[in-house]
């Protein structure tokens, strides 16, 4: 299983934002406000993956007091951290079109300035998660793993 690349993620981030910037400029008067929490839940993921990563890199290195790490669960948490760094791109990027929309008009529309407060939460957790993910990613690899060494470029 390759590692994820970054240029992946900036694909999925864009596109998401491009979508939901032409989404929300078609039809930002008809929705809802956004509450402010609205992403901190990714957030938390994104914290919780970044803390099972430090626990599971532990364990892969088989550190003293750890035990080792079964394959199939150092499997799973790559998998899981695959799926949930795209999808905090994706997440990002629709955060990132309204925050694009709804910036500009934060000072003259009342709903818009809520709306950006939700949009930079709601970005920065999605980040977080992006983070966290590829953090738990990274933790699965084994000491040995050729794709670990410094001069290699992940294409």
């Known amino acids: 299983m390759r590692p994820t690349r970054l240029r992946d993620l900036v694909v999925a981030f864009l596109a998401a934002g491009i ?6 400029s078609l039809a930002y008067g008809s929705l809802p406000s956004f509450p ?3 992403g901190a839940t990714l ?12 626990i599971l890199k532990a364990r892969v290195e088989r550190r003293p007091g750890s035990r080792p790490v079964d394959p199939l669960s150092a499997a799973r948490a790559v998998l ?5 760094a795209l999808g905090g791109a994706l997440v ?14 934060a000072g003259s529309v009342t ?8 949009a930079l939460v709601g970005l920065v957790c999605a980040l977080v998660l ?7 990613e990274r933790s699965c690899r ?14």
Do not use: C, F, I, N
């Open 19 to 24: 979508v939901a910037h032409l989404l929300v």
């Open 36 to 38: 402010g929490p609205a």
């Open 43 to 54: 957030g938390v993921l994104g914290l919780a993956e970044a803390v099972a990563g430090q």
């Open 80 to 84: 899981v951290a695959k799926a949930s």
């Open 92 to 105: 990002a990027g629709l955060w990132a079109g309204l925050l694009v929309y709804v910036l500009p008009r």
């Open 111 to 118: 709903a818009a300035a809520s709306d950006t407060t939700a």
């Open 130 to 136: 992006v983070g966290g993910a590829l953090w738990l």
């Open 142 to 155: 084994t000491p040995d793993d050729p794709g670990d060494e410094r001069g290699v470029r992940d294409e």
